[in-house]
Structure formats: C-alpha cells, structure tokens
C-alpha cells in the first residue's frame, strides 16, 4: 500500500515537473537537434510540436524553460504565430491518431476486408517485428488463398514511423480493388490476371512509438549496442548496402542509421522473404512527404539500366494523378530529385530483378504544408490522386513483362470503364478500438 502511493506520488511529480499544458500561456520555443534527444524530451513530457531545419519545436510552459536552463540546452523564443500549426486537428473520436490506422486497427480492417470478400482477400502474416507485432499483407486475387503462381505487384507503406499517410493509400488501394471487383471489368482483369501484395505497415512498433510517445519517430524501435534506439528501415536493404556514408550512416544514433548488415532487421527481411517467394513485377513504396515519384538508382546518381523506360512509365502516372484533383507530383531518378539513398527498398526490388519500382512521397509537397501532418480529410483526395497510378503500374507490367517473363493475356486495353473514372470508394474506418 505505501508502496503503490509512494508510486503514485513519484507518478505526480515526474508529470508534474515540466508543467506545460499547452493552454495559454505554452509559448513555442525551439532547440537545436544537436543539443537534444527529442523522443527523450517526449517521454519527458514534453509537448513537441514539430521538427524543422534541424530544430526541434516545443509548446512550452514556464516550467520547461526552467527545466531547459537548468539542463543548459540553450533554446530560442519563437515569435507567436511564426509556425505553421504542428498538424490539424484529428477527428476526436479517432483517438489518438484520428482517421490514421494504427497497428491494430489496420490489423481489424484488413481482417473485415478478407470476411467481406472471401476468395478474393487473404490476411498473410509475413513476418513479425522486434516487439512481436505482425507484419501482415493482404493478398489480393481471384482464389487468393491459393498460390497460383501469377504475376504480383506489391504496395508498401510505412517503412517511415511519423508517415502515416503512408499506410491509408495502399490499404485504400487493396479495399478499392475488392469493392470494385464486381463492379468494374478493368479490376476483374487486373485481380484475376495478377496478385497484388499489400504491406500498408511495414514498420508497426515504430508507428505505434510514433502515436504514443513522439511523433516525429522515424526508424524501428531496434535496441542498438550503444543505447540508441532504431534502424532506419529504408537504409537496411541488402542492394549496395552501406555503399557509402552520405546514403545512410554508421552512426547508430542516427535517422539514417542503416544497421548491422543487410536485412539485420526483421522488417526488412520479411519485405525480403515475401519478394523472393512470388513474382513480383512491380512495387511502389509509399513515403511522405514531398509529392515526387522516384525511381532507381538511389545510391548513386549515375542513370540505371532501364533508366529511360522508368523515367517514361513515372511521367504517365504523374499524368495520370495530376489529371485527378490538379496535385503535380514531380518526377526523376531519386538520387537525383531528391538526395542519394543506400539500402533503400527500391534499389532493392529493381536489381534483383528490374521489376519496375517506384518510391512515391505523398503530400504535402514541403514543410509549410504540413510536412508530416496530413489532414484527414484529404486522405480520399489523396488516395484518390494515387490510384490511376496504382492502377496503370500494374497493369503496365502485366502487358510489358521483363524478358523471359510471360506476357499475361488480358483484355487488349482498359474498357468501358476507363482508369480513374467512376471511382467508388468511402473511407470507412472501424470504430475506436482500445489502445
Ligand atoms: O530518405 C528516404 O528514405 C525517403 N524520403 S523520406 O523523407 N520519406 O524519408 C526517400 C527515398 C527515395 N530515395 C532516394 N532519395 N534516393
Ligand atoms: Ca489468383
Ligand atoms: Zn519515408
């Protein structure tokens, strides 16, 4: 009993310490990253706002600043007003992560979609994570319990904790396919001519970090030999791993932090395992933020082979998705667009096998539009934006085979229904599930 109360006292007072609820007078202050660890802040109680050119947001009260200053991390006074808001508001009754999936949640959903429409849907556990979550894919095909040996294509989301938006489009993409299946012949075609493989949660124990203790988390939740925490999931690849250090780094403490050896961690090798057992033609890695669709190489900046056709198929679907609600997503080899990458997943999925792979980073396009805070309500839109893409890679890569691969007879051209058209899609999210 004076155990528990002695807890419960400590309890008060460690929550109690950096009193900042972020009322009237939480007043912004940044510190530099370097100075900071912030998800150690976040346990600490800290309410952080954002992160931005190496800076590290905060609402702060005056207890935090006394904690601050006598912590000796120097922090800057912000002007009121100076920021864009730390993300919108999320729908109360979607918990903490408003119309996001969490872990579960996802699990719920995708389990409702293989009920709904049996023979078409299949949960598949393709791995498991440092802390015992599942790593599930829906599989999606006319007798999608059966392993026919068809042609595949697989849609990735959420190797990045802190992208969220990441894990809505590929899942929405699986349960398009399914409700259209008996609407629309152009997604009979694809389904039954083709497996598609969804992985909208690569990483759930760095998402659920992300929902619970510190937003802004980006690697998986790894316990690394020097006490950090984390393996950037997209640096852990095994094509041109640690190639050198600009692409990712040694340094466990970092973002960047490309682990071990290749597939050390157990997301990576589940991605791994998964691509090696089916025939997959094709793969889009969801990301955020950015708006871009990238394509191989990323490790250097020197063209890779097959550059051209890349470069052609990802000017057709930025087409195709700009044609949907005007939202332009800049295209070009990812090294070159964006910065060079090694142990990336679609360096990966393109030399092994020069399946077609694309990493696409959703919106916004920068910072000032949210960075990695993305309104729910333009979830559809942008799912919306980034299914004639889907669709069209594909379909393409049925109807353009790798040599030696067998062409796959479907219907000549999209009929009746053409790409993008006719839509019928609503987001439904489960109820409120115990977090
Ligand atoms: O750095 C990444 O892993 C991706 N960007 S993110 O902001 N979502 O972390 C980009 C990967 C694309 N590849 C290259 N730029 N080489
Ligand atoms: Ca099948
Ligand atoms: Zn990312």
Redesign the pocket.
Same mark, same amino acid.
């Given at each position: 009993m004076l155990r528990r109360t002695l807890r419960l006292l400590i309890l008060v007072l460690v929550l109690a310490v950096p009193a900042s609820p972020a009322g009237e007078e939480g007043q912004v202050i940044s510190v530099s990253k370097s100075a900071v660890d912030p998800a150690r802040l976040a346990r600490q109680g800290f309410d952080l706002l954002m992160e931005k050119e190496g800076r590290v947001y905060i609402v702060a009260g005056p207890g935090d600043l006394a904690a601050l200053a006598s912590g000796r991390i120097p922090y800057t006074i912000e002007a009121p007003g100076s920021l864009a808001a730390g993300g919108p508001a999320l729908s109360a009754d979607g918990g903490l992560n408003g119309a996001f999936h969490s872990a579960l949640e996802l699990e719920t959903d995708i389990r409702t979609l293989e009920r709904d429409f049996p023979g078409l849907a299949r949960v598949v556990e393709i791995g498991e994570s440092l802390e015992g979550r599942k790593i599930w894919a829906l599989k999606i095909s006319d007798n999608a319990s059966m392993d026919e040996g068809e042609p595949a294509a697989i849609f990735l989301g959420c *190797? *990045?904790a802190r &992208?969220w938006i990441?894990v809505e489009v590929p899942f929405l993409f699986g349960k398009y396919l399914l409700e259209n299946y008996g609407l629309s012949q152009d997604v009979r075609d694809l389904v039954d001519g083709s497996e598609i493989w969804i992985v909208p949660i690569v990483n759930p124990d760095g998402l659920e970090y992300s929902i619970h203790v510190y937003r802004y988390w /980006?690697k998986n939740r790894r316990a690394n030999a020097d006490g950090t925490y984390g393996v @950037?999931i997209? /640096?852990n690849y095994g094509y041109r791993w640690g190639f050198d250090n600009i692409?990712s780094s040694g340094n466990p403490g970092s973002d %960047?932090y490309r682990g071990t050896r290749p597939f050390s961690e157990p997301e990576t090798a589940a991605v791994r395992d998964l691509f090696t057992d089916h025939d997959f033609r094709a793969a889009i890695?969801f *990301?955020? =933020?950015?708006q871009a669709i990238?394509y191989?190489?990323? =490790?250097t900046t020197d063209p890779a082979p097959g550059d051209a056709g890349l470069g052609a198929i990802a000017a057709t679907m930025s087409g195709l998705m700009a044609a949907v609600n005007g939202t332009v997503y800049t295209y070009g080899?990812?090294?070159r %667009? %964006? =910065? #060079?990458?090694?142990g @990336? #997943?679609? @360096?990966w999925t393109y030399g092994l096998r020069g399946a077609p792979s694309f #990493?696409i &980073?959703l919106p916004p396009v920068d910072i000032d539009g949210g960075g990695f805070f993305n309104d729910e309500a333009a979830i559809g839109a942008i799912f919306g934006e980034n299914l004639p893409a889907m669709l069209y890679l594909a379909r393409y890569t049925l109807d353009h085979p790798l040599p030696g691969r067998r062409r796959v007879p479907l219907r000549p051209a999209w009929g009746r229904d053409r790409l993008g058209e006719g839509l019928r899609f609503v987001i439904l999210k489960a109820p409120v599930r115990v977090r």
């Open positions: *190797h *990045h &992208e990441s /980006r @950037d997209n /640096r692409g %960047l890695s *990301h955020s =933020y950015s990238m191989p190489w990323g =490790y080899q990812a090294s %667009l %964006l =910065y #060079t990458t090694n @990336d #997943t679609v @360096d #990493t &980073e």
